[in-house]
């Protein structure tokens, strides 16, 4: 007989070990994006509740994540999808209408077969004109955390339309989630997003899944980082998740070409097993001790860079070849990425193949 259950993959107690596996390295502090603690979430209700999920440990274990002085821990939480309405709410006033003002089901599609992808299910949208109501009891419950950090998943990159008869708009729609976030401020909250359009962007404090290049289309000759620069300086950046490239390397140096944070996504140490067969197959190599040494290594090199112009707007970037550019910023600083396969020579100074070097002003 099929049944739901929940399966911890990452325990509190699995994340603060993470981060005492770091403890002794000279890495100073980790931001950290706890996801799927939310037990309504989890289950895919409307996230009206700040509850975290039992399998996931006690509740003093996770107070005792919160307050680990190796990082600053946001709790995700995605109001977007629901897949299973609880009793208050149900689908013919609370999710988003097609312009038929029906309540549509959306489905994941594979995309070797073009068919929507049974693991994953359906799910329906939240309609935005409930945001407020569900954002104000969901941050009325978060604070009984106690937590100054939180996470607001795809909320600054996902926006979506509801045909309802009120007649909305989509810029409607956009005001509402930047409602949200100015709540979350408002109650002193730092923020977290993945991804982050404009009208989101200026609310967070941190930005995770920035665009490091383009979709390599025909039609495009050179990637420029133009989103770096509007934000580099004034919001910390990360680009993907460097373990779960194609190209771990390429993803190094395009992390390094465009000032962005490293970013790496870890799952306990059975994690990744218990995930084989399921819809969360691509969160592979995923054991952050194989990772480790990688990791403080490229750290120990870019943490000057990251101490000079962290809060540094980048001024300028240009190609010196079809593969090596140069990013320019504020206090003169100067970072140079070679995506060739032979080295190359900038003032005199070699900058090896497939790597980078900087000059601190």
Known sequence: IPVMKEVAVTTYEQAGQMLEYFQDTPVERFVLKYSGWNRD????????????????GSKKELRSLLENKKAAVYLDSDFSAVRKWQLGYGKKN???KSISNI????????????????????????????????????????????????????AGSLLYSDYSPENKTRDDAKENWAAL???????????????????????????????????????FDRDIPFYQMVFHGYIRLAGRAINHAQDTNTALLQTVQTGAYMQYCFLGSDGQDVLSGTAYTSLYSTDYTV???????????????????????????????????????????????????????????????????????
């Not at 982050?196 to 920035?210: F, I, K, P, R």
């Open 291 to 361: 990772w480790k040494e990688q990791m403080v290594s490229e750290y120990q090199r870019l943490a000057p860079l990251y101490r000079r112009v962290g809060d540094q707007e980048m001024q300028r970037f240009s190609y010196l070849t079809d593969k090596v550019t140069l990013t320019e910023y504020a206090d003169g600083t100067r970072v140079v990425v070679n995506f060739s396969d032979e080295p190359f020579v900038y003032n005199d100074e070699e900058v090896g193949a497939k790597d980078y070097a900087f000059w601190l002003s």
């Open 103 to 154: 309540p549509t089901a959306l489905s994941v599609f594979n995309i070797a077969t073009t068919f929507p992808d049974k693991n994953q299910g359906s799910y329906w949208l939240l309609s935005p004109w409930k945001l407020k109501e569900i954002g104000d009891k969901f941050l009325q419950s978060y604070q009984k955390l106690q937590n100054p950090n939180i996470s607001l998943g795809d």
């Open 94 to 96: 609370y999710a988003a």
């Open 181 to 219: 976030m100015e709540s979350c401020t408002a109650q002193g909250l730092s923020v977290l997003l993945s991804g982050g359009n404009a009208y989101a962007a200026v609310y967070a404090d941190h930005l995770l899944d920035t665009p490091v290049s383009s979709s390599r289309c025909d039609v």
């Open 41 to 56: 979430a989890v289950q895919g209700k409307t996230v009206d509740n700040a509850a975290a999920v039992g399998a996931l």
